[in-house]
């Protein structure tokens, strides 16, 4: 009844066999052995509607299986639309292939994808399309940083861990024997930076990736890089490790149980451990850590490294309006609680609550445990720090308390302005010699010309290193600034009180009313204040 023309075409004599209608032909072809063609449901159609006199009608067609390859706008993903067969051929993975090469795929492909989707062909209707994943690009793994890994416990690490009693409680001043190591020993193994894992797209394209920052090891006082691994930091005196930036020193440690009357002030090239108290009107000036495991009342403590006080600092206002306690270092000052007490510090973290105290840090001054800071700060002044962070501030009476933060900002501005009139000094002094090397064309003497130029263009390049060099600490100066006040921010946990003045460089907001948890920082020139969101 059907014919297969050349063309792939099936063909219908309508002459011969008449159909009756559509729904015959149509039936007729799905009983035949060209079910699967597809059915020209138009020429069907039109053929009874307009009753052409044609002799031969094409009621189907054959069609082969077809593979669309595309790729995704950013080259790490090849797809297929693979349309099966209609009384056509199925596509062999040979020609699949070449499509793959067709669209430019070069990477990433796994041929199991592929017959994944070819196999499809056996089990889905004639003419169906169906989509498969057949390349995936690799995105690049950045290496990973290097990586000290301590091999010795430090004093910071003890101090973490008092002893137990026999009933189970923490001593909180008996912290066990005291960390210490001999000459030779192996301080911190270094995990080098690696370098990381290169990506690609489909298209073969490298994605190079990023290496690990790597961190030089720094060998501190007492210690040093060793000699057949440089990877390897050890100790060569005898004493305790303390942890500093990328590495370790080894301090001579000072133990005395109390610093009073009888033991007289302490001055001491190393670490100074107080076992108890430090009592009213004594000093203890330390090159290293001072650690006191009791109390300081009206003391005055100044250390190179860090000052951790276990319980806390309780001073006295003066008659001149000074504070009797001072506790001041280059480092971080960690203590339980402070009264009446001036602190210095690259970093201040208090764990319950500071009570009038005059304090001045560097970075972070924070309020309550490191986790969840819920710590009180009332009364006194901060003097600067670039974030505080308590759970509260000010009190319910309103009484006025100050917090600078970012204010050495003034600082860096001052230090901008310098800069920009020793700038344009120096442009001008390039000016000045530019016109004397004008000057110096018109000497018709050539061996004087010779020498006045030589004279003026040296220093002439002096002039020019001296704005490079200005230029560069201008544009040092003003990035310094952007981060300072970027990262400026008083971080509320719990309530901020009315009466608090914050100062944030240049610009000053008091509170007037009570706000629940929230966050104060700089925003477009102006202080915000930001509720937080529970």
Same mark, same amino acid.
């Given at each position: =009844?059907?014919?297969?023309?050349?063309?792939?075409?099936?063909?219908?004599?309508?002459?011969?066999?008449?159909?009756?209608s559509?729904?015959?032909?149509?039936?007729?072809?799905?009983?035949?052995?060209?079910?699967?063609?597809?059915?020209?449901?138009?020429?069907?159609?039109?053929?009874?509607?307009?009753?052409?006199?044609?002799?031969?009608?094409?009621?189907?067609?054959?069609?082969?299986?077809?593979?669309?390859?595309?790729?995704?706008?950013?080259?790490?993903?090849?797809?297929?639309?693979?349309?099966?067969?209609?009384?056509?051929?199925?596509?062999?993975?040979?020609?699949?292939?070449?499509?793959?090469?067709k669209?430019?795929?070069?990477?990433?492909?796994?041929?199991?994808?592929?017959?994944?989707?070819?196999?499809?062909q056996?089990?889905?209707?004639?003419?169906?399309?169906?989509?498969?994943?057949?390349?995936?690009?690799?995105?690049?793994?950045?290496?990973?940083?290097?990586?000290?890994?301590?091999?010795?416990?430090?004093?910071?690490d003890?101090?973490?861990?008092?002893?137990?009693?026999?009933?189970?409680?923490?001593?909180?001043?008996?912290?066990?024997?005291?960390?210490?190591?001999?000459?030779?020993?192996?301080?911190?193994?270094q995990?080098?930076?690696?370098?990381?894992?290169?990506?690609?797209?489909?298209?073969?394209?490298?994605?190079?990736?990023?290496?690990?920052?790597?961190?030089?090891?720094?060998?501190?006082?007492?210690?040093?890089?060793?000699?057949?691994?440089?990877?390897?930091?050890?100790s060569?005196?005898?004493?305790?490790?303390?942890?500093?930036?990328?590495?370790?020193?080894?301090?001579?440690?000072?133990?005395?149980?109390?610093?009073n009357?009888?033991?007289?002030?302490?001055?001491?090239?190393?670490?100074?451990?107080?076992?108890?108290?430090?009592?009213?009107? =004594?000093?203890?000036?330390?090159?290293?850590?001072?650690?006191?495991?009791?109390?300081?009342?009206?003391?005055?403590?100044?250390?190179?490294?860090?000052?951790?006080?276990?319980?806390?600092?309780?001073?006295?206002?003066?008659?001149?309006?000074?504070?009797?306690?001072?506790?001041?270092?280059?480092?971080?000052?960690?203590?339980?609680?402070?009264?009446?007490?001036?602190?210095?510090?690259?970093?201040?973290?208090?764990?319950?609550?500071?009570?009038?105290?005059? =304090?001045?840090?560097?970075?972070?001054?924070?309020?309550?445990?490191?986790?969840?800071?819920?710590?009180?700060?009332?009364?006194?002044?901060?003097?600067?720090?670039?974030?505080?962070?308590?759970?509260?501030?000010?009190?319910?009476?309103?009484?006025? =308390?100050?917090?600078?933060?970012?204010?050495?900002?003034?600082?860096?501005?001052?230090?901008?302005?310098?800069?920009?009139?020793?700038?344009?000094?120096?442009?001008?002094?390039?000016?000045?010699l530019?016109?004397?090397?004008?000057?110096?064309?018109?000497?018709?003497?050539?061996?004087?010309?010779?020498?006045?130029?030589?004279?003026?263009?040296?220093?002439?390049?002096?002039?020019?290193?001296?704005?490079?060099?200005?230029?560069?600490?201008?544009?040092?100066?003003?990035?310094?600034?952007?981060?300072?006040?970027?990262?400026?921010?008083?971080?509320?946990?719990?309530?901020l009180?009315?009466g608090?003045?914050?100062?944030?460089?240049?610009?000053?907001?008091?509170?007037?009313?009570?706000?629940?948890?929230?966050?104060?920082?700089?925003?477009?020139?102006?202080?915000?204040?930001?509720?937080?969101?529970?």
């Amino acid at each position: =009844m059907f014919k297969l023309a050349h063309n792939g075409n099936v063909l219908l004599d309508v002459h011969e066999h008449s159909p009756p209608s559509a729904a015959f032909i149509i039936e007729a072809l799905e009983k035949s052995s060209f079910c699967e063609c597809r059915v020209d449901h138009d020429a069907i159609n039109n053929f009874f509607k307009n009753k052409s006199t044609e002799r031969m009608l094409v009621v189907a067609s054959k069609h082969d299986a077809s593979l669309e390859v595309s790729l995704s706008d950013d080259k790490m993903l090849a797809t297929g639309e693979l349309t099966i067969a209609e009384g056509g051929k199925a596509l062999t993975l040979e020609n699949a292939k070449k499509e793959l090469i067709k669209a430019g795929v070069a990477r990433g492909y796994k041929q199991a994808f592929l017959e994944q989707l070819l196999q499809k062909q056996f089990e889905l209707p004639a003419g169906t399309k169906t989509k498969g994943v057949l390349a995936k690009g690799r995105l690049p793994i950045d290496g990973q940083p290097s990586k000290l890994v301590p091999q010795v416990e430090t004093l910071k690490d003890r101090l973490k861990q008092p002893k137990l009693r026999e009933d189970g409680t923490a001593d909180m001043r008996d912290f066990g024997k005291l960390a210490s190591v001999e000459p030779g020993v192996l301080l911190i193994k270094q995990v080098p930076a690696t370098p990381g894992k290169e990506g690609f797209t489909v298209t073969g394209d490298v994605l190079p990736a990023k290496a690990g920052e790597s961190h030089a090891l720094v060998a501190g006082e007492g210690t040093e890089i060793s000699k057949n691994n440089p990877l390897e930091l050890i100790s060569v005196i005898a004493g305790v490790p303390v942890d500093i930036a990328n590495g370790m020193r080894v301090d001579d440690i000072f133990t005395i149980a109390d610093v009073n009357v009888k033991s007289g002030h302490v001055d001491f090239e190393g670490s100074v451990i107080v076992t108890h108290n430090v009592e009213p009107g =004594m000093r203890i000036n330390a090159k290293g850590d001072i650690t006191v495991m009791g109390t300081v009342e009206s003391g005055h403590l100044t250390a190179a490294g860090d000052i951790t006080i276990k319980q806390g600092v309780i001073g006295h206002q003066l008659d001149d309006k000074s504070l009797s306690c001072h506790i001041v270092c280059q480092g971080d000052i960690h203590l339980s609680h402070g009264q009446y007490s001036y602190l210095e510090g690259n970093n201040i973290i208090i764990d319950r609550q500071s009570s009038h105290c005059v =304090m001045k840090a560097a970075k972070l001054l924070q309020l309550g445990k490191e986790d969840n800071p819920q710590g009180k700060l009332f009364g006194g002044t901060i003097l600067d720090a670039q974030m505080v962070i308590a759970g509260e501030i000010g009190n319910e009476s309103g009484a006025k =308390m100050v917090i600078n933060l970012a204010a050495s900002g003034a600082q860096v501005t001052a230090q901008t302005d310098q800069c920009l009139k020793d700038l344009a000094q120096t442009d001008s002094q390039l000016d000045n010699l530019q016109k004397a090397i004008e000057k110096a064309d018109q000497v018709k003497d050539a061996e004087k010309k010779k020498l006045l130029l030589a004279k003026i263009g040296a220093t002439q390049m002096h002039y020019c290193e001296q704005a490079e060099q200005l230029e560069k600490k201008l544009s040092n100066l003003e990035l310094h600034l952007h981060e300072l006040l970027e990262g400026a921010q008083l971080v509320v946990n719990k309530t901020l009180h009315s009466g608090v003045e914050i100062h944030i460089f240049d610009k000053v907001l008091l509170t007037n009313r009570q706000y629940p948890p929230c966050k104060v920082k700089l925003e477009e020139s102006k202080i915000e204040v930001e509720f937080k969101t529970s």
